[in-house]
């Protein structure tokens, strides 16, 4: 009886050991349910004509809050922050146009009016009205430029850590200083170079259970062809949003960290 007992956990340890994908997803897959679960998020997909754009989503009798991820991001990343918002507000979660569980078109070009267009017709498909809006990194570029545009749509809007903004600081961040050098952190190659781009977005890494790292790794190698043309797209053509601030009269709430204090 005891040898039969043992033979799922040697079955669990040499799947652990050996890495193997499908049980390594099916872990995985686990562990985001029951986080979207706790959140009370459900996912849910709308319509845009050339793809559907995903998205997770809380129920609230309030009014509601759109957040949008950073680039090579996903709506996950919103799943535990979620929990922070109070329950009367409704929750919305986009995955942007080539990110996540979206489409990956490789005849379009991913610069930043397309991925703001993108989401201004997934806003518009499921109704959103009015809302408030918060974005880190390149979310909060496409924040700024669809509130610039869409003035009468948003109540408020938070940024964190924006694309499009400089930040005043007495010293370049290290992803600056790599950026400035030619390197592209966010467009990793590898699972070194993936676990690389955690010491830039952590300056305290939280506890990661496995095979939370090893299945995003996989992922962003997998997609990293494509991840480095989204980021030629996003440089390629940039628009200039500072001349655009001006024009924001929302509440705004700019929130610009580094290893030591918050701006």
């Known amino acids: 009886m005891k040898k039969v007992a043992l033979i799922p956990a040697v079955f669990l340890l040499a799947c652990m050991v050996t890495g193997c994908a499908s049980f390594k997803l099916g872990m995985y897959d686990c562990m985001i349910n029951a986080d979207r679960s706790r959140s009370d998020l459900k996912t849910g ?34 799943v ?11 929750v919305v979660c986009f995955d942007m146009p080539g990110h996540g569980d979206n489409v990956k078109l490789g005849d379009k070009t991913y610069d930043i009016d397309y991925i703001t ?18 974005g880190n990194s390149m979310g909060g570029f496409v924040s700024m430029l ?9 109540i408020t809007m938070c940024l964190l850590d924006a694309a499009g903004l400089i930040a005043q600081t007495p010293q370049p ?4 200083r790599a950026l400035e050098q030619g390197q592209s952190p966010l467009t990793p190659t590898s699972e070194k170079e993936f676990r690389e781009l955690l010491d830039y977005a952590f300056y305290k890494k939280p506890f990661v259970p496995w095979p939370v790292i090893p299945v995003l790794a996989d992922r962003a190698v997998d ?15 940039p628009t200039d949003i500072v001349p655009m601030l001006p024009g924001i009269s929302q509440p705004s709430l700019v929130i610009w960290g580094d290893r030591d204090r918050i701006l």
């Open 45 to 78: 997909s709308v319509d845009i004509g050339e793809q559907n754009i995903a998205y997770l989503e809380r129920p609230g009798d309030g009014e509601t809050i759109v957040l949008i991820h950073g680039f090579g991001a996903n709506k996950d990343n919103w």
């Open 80 to 90: 535990r922050f979620v929990r922070h918002i109070p329950r009367r507000y409704r």
């Open 117 to 134: 267009g993108g989401f201004s017709q997934a806003a518009d498909a499921m109704g959103l009205k009015k809302f408030h809006i918060a």
């Open 146 to 154: 669809y509130t610039s545009r869409n003035p009468d749509r948003v």
């Open 173 to 176: 961040s290290d992803l600056q």
């Open 223 to 237: 997609s990293s062809d494509f991840t480095q043309k989204m980021w030629r797209d996003f440089h390629t053509s």
